[in-house]
């Protein structure tokens, strides 16, 4: 059974930075499209950035495109999400999955951006 374990997550300035790291165990990581998502408060979860099997392709959600960054190691069985010019508004507790049918959720961890 896969494991995910997010981190990096914590209390940011407006404008500033964060990277987030996802590790995952258990299972064949790189034969998957991974993504992150997030949750805030009293919303659904939605998916903010989303990377292929090779890292070559990314896409992400127009509320943070140009902003973030996904990549992957496919070696180190890692996704990061490099997160800049944060806004208030990505506040929320941020997750890795995969895009298929989704392995049991992690922890996941808490982003707050504010002043």
């Known amino acids: 059974q896969v494991q995910l374990v997010e981190s990096g997550g914590g209390l940011v300035q407006p404008g500033g930075s964060l990277r987030l790291s996802c590790a995952a165990s258990?299972?064949?990581?790189?034969?998957?499209?991974m993504g992150w998502y997030r949750q805030a408060p009293g919303k659904e979860r939605e998916l903010v950035a989303r990377i292929n099997t090779g890292g070559r392709i990314t896409n992400y959600a127009d509320s943070v495109k140009g902003r973030f960054t996904i990549s992957r190691d496919n070696a180190k069985n890692t996704v990061a999400l490099q997160m800049n010019s944060l806004k208030s508004e990505d506040t929320a507790q941020y997750y890795c999955?995969?895009?298929?049918?989704?392995?049991?959720w992690g922890q996941g961890t808490q982003v707050t951006v504010s002043s």
């Open positions: 999955n995969r895009i298929r049918t989704p392995w049991p």
């Open positions: 258990g299972g064949r990581f790189s034969i998957y499209d």
